[in-house]
């Protein structure tokens, strides 16, 4: 870990100015809770349904319906809540934000207005070695709108031939987190927003991808002088991963620069980014807030969670994704490697492999090359056929000389294909330690090889590679090389 997190008010010196200019990034992050019902109504809230399957009266506000708030969606609020360091309000309300669009069958959107359930918050994170307090303003309790595809060949609303409109998801629960505006460069927008999805999936409240909607994130880009005040905002929507993010978010800043230095008055406004050509254009005016005529919601009680109800969440709080990082990295590991452990979902295995003894590195070592790579591959989750003290076992006999790596690696691949226990498996790969056989092996390699084997003889140690290839290759992987480079040495010094 290194040191006190810097926030942006700290942030000092001009490596982070674009020709000169200052960039303030803040980002509104959508999340889908994967409650088993909608927001406010018994409704099931599913993926992929049937469109229109999932529709009740509440959900379209039709006349003498009234609406009730989900009480595990509270719950999950409190829990981002508390994962975030934000305050839980002991009283919050939900108002009504009124707008008219096909989507949304009852022309206003409920949500969280004056008081959201979680306030002041913030998170670390750590952009290239560096760590970065960004500020959470609020976390806000919603309901999300059904979905209009626009069937044409532009795929938008412009050129449509016409507009289908599902409301599966209408009602649907939503929390918006959005940040203060602290972030300066793309690369530490990326970095919260990873940081904010891997708090997300380790709560398990969400699917958590940006891929396919159920997290959507919205960045607002502007640039102004360093010591002025801040530029006019623009509010890039449709960014679907944490590339596309820093991607629209360099582009943004580029053209507002120029924009501006072209004499263009930037006005507020809404803009989508168009992942193939990498570009922002205009989508909407940014409405102002007095256009939606927020009013508490006449139907809603306030939400007044207790005090001993939040602390029982808390302690159903998971171990945050930082925390097991940071106690991977005090065990040696990098921070790339953790983060790929992390990511690969195989904290547990490893967590399992060092309680079995295993050297924390050595885990790690496996864990990020041929255990990702297998996982990659196959698809599979490799938690389902291996446990901590399986891959312990293997670790030890590659440790006491019995299995070189490559050998290793067959055994694993073995035990994951079933065929049999590691010890049942080890001596068929097991490494060649014989000198006599090894001897052998190596005089009909130097015989063969006679030009790679004068020029080590003449001091060129490089040319070992050339014997070394053609031994491993006689003996399938299995020679210990210690003992070959050793054996070699000897006869060709
Ligand atoms: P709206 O719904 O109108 O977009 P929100 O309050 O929900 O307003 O979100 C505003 C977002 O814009 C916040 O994340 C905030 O940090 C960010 N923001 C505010 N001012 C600026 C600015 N000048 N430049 C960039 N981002 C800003
Ligand atoms: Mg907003």
Known sequence: MTGQP?????????????????????????????TKTKMFSPTPNAFGAEPNTLVGA????????????????????IKIGLATNCAISPTSHFSRK???????????????????????GYLDVDVDGQMWRIGIERIHMEEDTGK?????????????????????????????????????????????????????????????????GSMRCDANV??????????????????????????????????QIDAIESGETLVQETRHFNEDTGKTSTMRRKETLDDYRFFPCPDLPDINPSTEWIESIRETLPELPAVTRARMMDQGIDAE??????SSGLTKLYDAAV???????????????????????????????????????????????????????????????????????????????????????????????????????????????ALMGPIMKATRGKANPGLVNELLRAKLS
């Open 6 to 34: 810097m926030t942006a008010d700290q942030m000092t010196g001009t490596d982070h100015l674009v020709d000169g200019w200052e960039v303030i990034i803040g980002l509104e992050v959508h999340i889908e809770l994967n």
């Open 58 to 77: 509440v959900d379209l506000a039709l006349p003498g319906t009234l609406p009730m708030v989900n009480h595990q969606a509270i719950a999950d609020a």
């Open 98 to 120: 009124n707008y008219f669009y096909p989507d949304m069958p009852k022309n206003y959107q409920t949500s969280q207005y004056t008081v959201a359930i979680c306030e002041n």
């Open 148 to 212: 209009s595809t626009h069937v044409g060949e532009s795929g938008r609303i412009h050129g449509a031939e016409h507009s289908l409109l599902d409301y599966n998801r209408a009602g649907v629960p939503l929390l918006e987190c959005v940040s203060r505006p602290d972030m300066r460069t793309p690369a530490q927008a990326q970095a919260y927003l990873s940081a904010l999805r891997e708090i997300v999936a380790a709560l398990g409240i969400s699917d958590a991808r940006l891929e396919e």
């Open 222 to 255: 502007s640039v102004h002088k360093p010591g002025t005040p801040f530029g006019v905002r623009a509010e890039v929507k449709n960014l679907n991963s944490v590339r596309s993010l820093g991607r629209a978010i360099t582009f943004e800043i580029r053209r």
């Open 337 to 342: 490697a953790a983060g790929i452990i992390y």
């Open 355 to 465: 309680a079995a003894q295993a050297n924390p590195s050595d885990v790690a070592k496996w864990l990020t090359n041929q255990v990702a790579a297998w996982q990659n591959e196959t698809g599979r989750d490799v938690n389902e056929l291996l446990d901590g003290t399986t891959l312990a076992e293997l670790l030890e006999l590659v440790t006491k000389g019995t299995l070189a790596t490559q050998g290793a690696h067959k055994v694993l691949l073995s035990y994951l294909a079933g065929e049999g226990s590691i010890a049942e498996l080890a001596p068929a790969h097991a490494q060649m330690s014989d000198t006599a056989e090894l001897e052998a092996i190596i005089d009909q390699v130097i015989a063969d090889n006679q030009d790679a084997a004068d020029k080590v003889r003449a001091g060129n140690p490089k040319a070992m590679g």
